[in-house]
């Protein structure tokens, strides 16, 4: 990169200078200076600090972008006057300033270099109201999408926790009725053995009873148990009211729930005396009973259970930010915590690629994302269609889609549709930073892509994200 003295008269003819007196133009050059740059070259490169302020003088130069690890060329231009680099230095050092994309000459160019400090005070000097207006306009809108975008992850996270909170409470309160269920069965349970016990010579057919009853235990323990025959369970019920069963239809409809039929009985009655039948079959059924409420205490602790992990798996508590992480079990986790927002008239379908292995990911923060995707599909389609999640390999990047049935983005929005606080959303009903917030988060955090293919009942939202680092 060679080096020339600065021609205040090439300034004066530049419109970003065009206003300037003499002496502002010779402080100019006496600050700044003419760098020459080979075609091909890098002037500057996205994400270092931003030092200096660049104006075109003469030649091509295009902006980069990087996504996936590849610079995407975003602009080109051989305007003479147009300038890129340290744009907000002005700010100051309260906010450290880095490029945030790259110049490369596309052509053998010359170029106006100003130092960033130079920049800024030669804004804050010579603009005084100008650079307060910016500066406020800049940190204004940082304050403001930061405000938002707090806002917006705390109704979500209310949300989240209120849709917990919910599925938490149906299996908690199953196990609350079990628990107090089995204490009544069990006191009743023991009642019954004493009297069957008490019996004169009833050794032997006790024996039966309880072999009976451990032939009923096995069945109750089975997973999936008997079917189920509600005919049969009446059956049931008028046989042990005609032979004086305490409780004859709760008794018969355990009975029924592991697959006893009216023949069962009946074959136990043969061995048992008819003045202890009544007991022994009470018996029989609590147990029986106390089993089956066991099994569903064991049912609604495991659902509790998933349903903790899953939380713990959405948020990523006590786990490092980056780590290695398979895409499904995020994926599934978020549509665990999402589950009561999805309508009874939506199919969830999960096509996962199973051959995808573990990734390096700020796994907290993906699930954010696909926070975003869901909801935002979910409110599309309007309460009914197929939302269907799907990963799969795409190069060197693992690709996750979300899709859904609804009517579609029309296509003049599509470009602007990561942009921040732009939302196709009825007013109040979205901050307009969802998107521009998962933008963010694949782009910048991850380096990916999040791109977006819209038609009407075809909507796809597809992440790519680098397998390595």
Known sequence: MGREPVDIQELRHLFLFAELDDDKLGWLAEQGEVACVDAGALVYEEGEPAECFYVLLEGTVSLLRRVQGDDIEINRTDQVGVYAGATQAYVGDRVPQRYLNSMRAVTDVRLFVLPGAAFTHMVREWFPMAMHLLEGLYFGLQATQSVVSQRERLLALGSLTAGLTHELNNPAAAAGRAAAELRERVDASHAHLRRMLAAPDGTAWVRAVVAFELALIERASATPGPDHDDDGEEELGDWLDAHHVPDPWEAGATLAEVGVGRADLEELAEVVPAEELPDAIAWVATTVGVRLLTKEVDEALGRITNLVDAARQYSQMDRAPLQETRLDELLDATLTMLSRKVPEAVTVVRDYDPDLGPIPVYAAELNQVWTNLIVNALYAMGGEGTLTVRT?????????????????????????????????????????????????????????????????????????????R
């Open 392 to 468: 799969g390999l795409d190069g060197d990047c693992q690709v996750v889609e979300v899709i859904d049935t609804g009517p579609g983005v029309p296509p003049e929005l599509t470009r602007r549709i990561f942009d921040p606080f732009f939302s196709t959303k009825p007013v109040g009903d979205g901050t307009g930073l969802g998107l521009d917030i998962s933008y963010r988060i694949v782009v910048h955090r991850h380096h990916g892509d999040l791109t977006v293919d819209s038609r009407p009942g075809h909507t796809v939202f597809r992440v790519a994200l680098p397998s390595t």
